[in-house]
């Protein structure tokens, strides 16, 4: 896969990836202030089967590429997210039902500055819906109206997007996580989108997508119960995704790149635990790196190895590994759901002891 280093591309998707730090409070089934609930994501009253796509959103012309499940942009997505990312796709391009279903929620986000576009679910059957996001909806589709498939729902703003999202629940699944108290439904119950249209058509989605190796779909859950794979949450950190404004901040996550799944990679949401031995005014450790090749693997690590460490790469998620060092990282299961953890910026050791600004995360 060629993965471009167009500037102007380049500046357009992290344009569209600013977005969505303005969602860091909102499951996919949250409205206004009200706490999510499984009638807006879920209709038992649908006819019971599969959830099957028979019509595009868009022309695959019109799409640049697609970010599978599992992208990682912190403070906003710390833990890999849970929809994918239609990447630069012209404003104002309308945006088409791939089934018919019934409209189970919507809901407007203010994007700042006077923008403001739409969120819609549509329940397909009675234990599958699907979402999209950053679309100015028509104005006569209301919930619970019924929607044909290949209906237009609405177009592309004209401003501070490039894309869409697109999202599916399957009730029927539950990812793995450990603490599921920590998620919203649109997380629980994630599959990928792609995997619901028919062949010729989930192969041109495919086609699009910008991830190394043979699996497109992406991963979110990488929760390995007694290692340290997987997302941690900040010891002290409020326990209520719903009611938690920057909920990701909180979190630090021990997963794998989605765009080249072969490199471990840590997402940290808040650098809280940075230490400098720089005497830098201001370092932001906020951000995705990749750890060396040759680093003990997240879901090897367990209480009983005490003390790893990881040497920090960065990395921009779209054009792979890069050489350029930027710090240590030390962490320690301290028991299977406990770790302290501290972030330096020394490019040069290759070990360092935990100093009093180490922190504890838990899940």
């Not at 693997?297 to 920090?312: H, I, Q, R, S």
């Amino acid at each position: 896969m060629t993965v471009t280093n167009n500037p102007d591309k380049m500046k357009n998707v992290y344009l569209f990836l600013l977005i969505f730090s303005t969602l860091l409070s909102l499951s996919a089934c949250k409205k206004d202030n009200d706490i999510s609930n499984e009638d807006r994501c879920f209709d038992a009253s649908l006819p019971s089967g599969q959830m099957i796509f028979s019509h595009l959103p868009v022309d695959t012309a019109k799409v640049g590429y697609i970010m599978p499940l599992g992208h990682l942009n912190p403070p906003g997505h710390t833990r890999p997210s849970d929809h994918m990312y239609f990447v630069n796709v012209p404003p104002g391009t309308v945006l088409y039902a791939p089934a018919s279903g019934k409209v189970l929620d919507e809901f407007t986000f203010d994007e700042g500055n006077g923008v403001h576009d739409n969120r819609i679910t549509i329940g397909v059957t009675n234990t599958a819906s699907y979402y999209f996001m950053h679309l100015i909806l028509d104005k006569d589709i209301q919930i619970g109206d019924k929607i044909s498939a290949g209906q237009r729902l609405g177009i592309l703003p004209v401003a501070n997007v490039s894309g869409f999202d697109m999202g599916a629940m399957v009730k029927t699944i539950h990812q793995p996580f450990i603490d599921a108290a920590l998620y919203g439904l649109s997380s629980l119950h994630c599959d990928s989108p792609i995997k619901h249209f028919p062949k010729d058509i989930r192969e041109a989605l495919y086609a699009k997508v910008r991830r190394l190796g043979s699996d497109k779909d992406g991963k979110i859950c990488y929760d390995v119960p007694g290692t340290l794979s997987g997302n941690w949450i900040a010891e002290k950190a409020p326990r209520d995704p719903m009611k938690t404004p920057n909920f990701d901040s909180y979190f630090v996550s021990f997963v794998y790149g989605n765009y080249d799944p072969s490199k471990m990679v840590i997402s940290i949401g808040n650098d809280s635990f940075f230490t400098s031995v720089k005497g830098a005014v201001h370092y932001n450790g906020t951000k995705v790196f990749y750890v060396q090749d040759n680093a003990p693997k997240f879901e090897d690590v367990t209480p009983a190895d005490g003390k790893t460490t990881y040497k920090l790469f960065d990395t921009g998620e779209f054009d792979g590994y890069h050489s350029l060092r930027e710090g240590l990282l030390i962490v320690q299961m301290l028991t299977d759901n406990k770790i302290k953890i501290e972030f330096f910026d020394d490019t040069t050791s290759n070990n360092r002891d935990f100093t009093g600004n180490a922190k504890i995360y838990v899940r």
